[in-house]
């Protein structure tokens, strides 16, 4: 195990970047890239396996519960839109995440499940109360942001809420923003002129929680 569950995100760079650097070298061996699949996708699902203490077997597992339950957050359940097997997702995971939990209290090692399960954390909600959070309603304001519906990465003022607010500001952001850099260095390093493949027409999948493409397929020039 490579992490230090007490390390701040900026002392993972180099596990990080290891983990990125593999999954572009290995997407570039096949020729044909989906960012997605290939890359976008594994790299949060490997790093915050690994960090949690899942063994390396069980990273394509936690990747695929993941997108399976965010893909169908937000969705009313008899929406047609709705991907299928997020509820056997979230038990399978809740299964596995409970033999992490006995297995860390038996023998604790270096990472996050052995630190909560041999520490003291808590949390609560007003009794009754169901809240259902929507970043991409609240980055969408018109109120807020001038035409909110067009990509703009030099927007200004860029008071985006993606990971949340104040008291409930995500506990991951300094991490998601480290696998962001961090990726792009190694893609656009490994990859230089990538541009989408002739003819593809990216296309978003439905959703409340998150905005996800279906698929991402590009060309590239490998470096030299």
């Given at each position: 195990?490579?992490?230090?569950?007490?390390?701040?995100?900026?002392?993972?760079?180099?596990?990080?970047?290891?983990?990125?650097?593999?999954?572009?070298?290995?997407?570039?061996?096949?020729?044909?890239?989906?960012?997605?699949?290939?890359?976008?996708?594994?790299?949060?699902?490997?790093?915050?396996?690994?960090?949690?203490?899942?063994?390396?077997?069980?990273?394509?597992?936690?990747?695929?519960?993941?997108?399976?339950?965010?893909?169908?957050?937000?969705?009313?359940?008899?929406?047609?839109?709705?991907?299928?097997?997020?509820?056997?997702?979230?038990?399978?995971?809740?299964?596995?995440?409970?033999?992490?939990?006995?297995?860390?209290?038996?023998?604790?090692?270096?990472?996050?499940?052995?630190?909560?399960?041999?520490?003291?954390?808590?949390?609560?909600?007003?009794?009754?109360?169901?809240?259902?959070?929507?970043?991409?309603?609240?980055?969408?304001?018109?109120?807020?942001?001038?035409?909110?519906?067009?990509?703009?990465?030099?927007?200004?003022?860029?008071?985006?809420?993606?990971?949340?607010?104040?008291?409930?500001?995500?506990?991951?952001?300094?991490?998601?923003?480290?696998?962001?850099?961090?990726?792009?260095?190694?893609?656009?390093?490994?990859?230089?002129?990538?541009?989408l493949e002739p003819g593809f027409e990216p296309e978003f999948m439905p959703g409340y929680f998150t905005r996800t493409l279906r698929?991402?397929?590009?060309?590239?020039?490998?470096?030299?």
């Amino acid at each position: 195990m490579c992490w230090r569950s007490s390390a701040t995100p900026r002392r993972h760079e180099k596990r990080v970047r290891a983990i990125a650097a593999e999954l572009v070298a290995a997407a570039a061996a096949k020729g044909t890239v989906d960012v997605v699949r290939d890359i976008a996708a594994p790299l949060p699902a490997i790093v915050i396996a690994e960090l949690l203490g899942f063994d390396r077997a069980q990273w394509p597992r936690c990747m695929e519960w993941s997108e399976r339950t965010m893909g169908s957050a937000g969705f009313r359940n008899d929406d047609p839109r709705q991907p299928p097997g997020s509820p056997e997702a979230i038990g399978e995971f809740v299964a596995a995440f409970a033999e992490l939990i006995e297995a860390r209290r038996r023998d604790p090692r270096d990472d996050l499940v052995s630190v909560w399960v041999h520490g003291a954390i808590a949390g609560g909600l007003r009794r009754g109360d169901q809240v259902l959070i929507m970043y991409g309603a609240a980055n969408s304001d018109d109120r807020a942001f001038s035409e909110p519906g067009r990509f703009d990465v030099t927007r200004r003022p860029g008071h985006h809420v993606a990971f949340g607010f104040g008291t409930h500001f995500c506990l991951g952001a300094n991490l998601a923003r480290l696998e962001l850099r961090i990726l792009f260095e190694e893609l656009l390093r490994a990859l230089p002129g990538i541009d989408l493949e002739p003819g593809f027409e990216p296309e978003f999948m439905p959703g409340y929680f998150t905005r996800t493409l279906r698929e991402l397929r590009v060309e590239f020039t490998p470096a030299r």
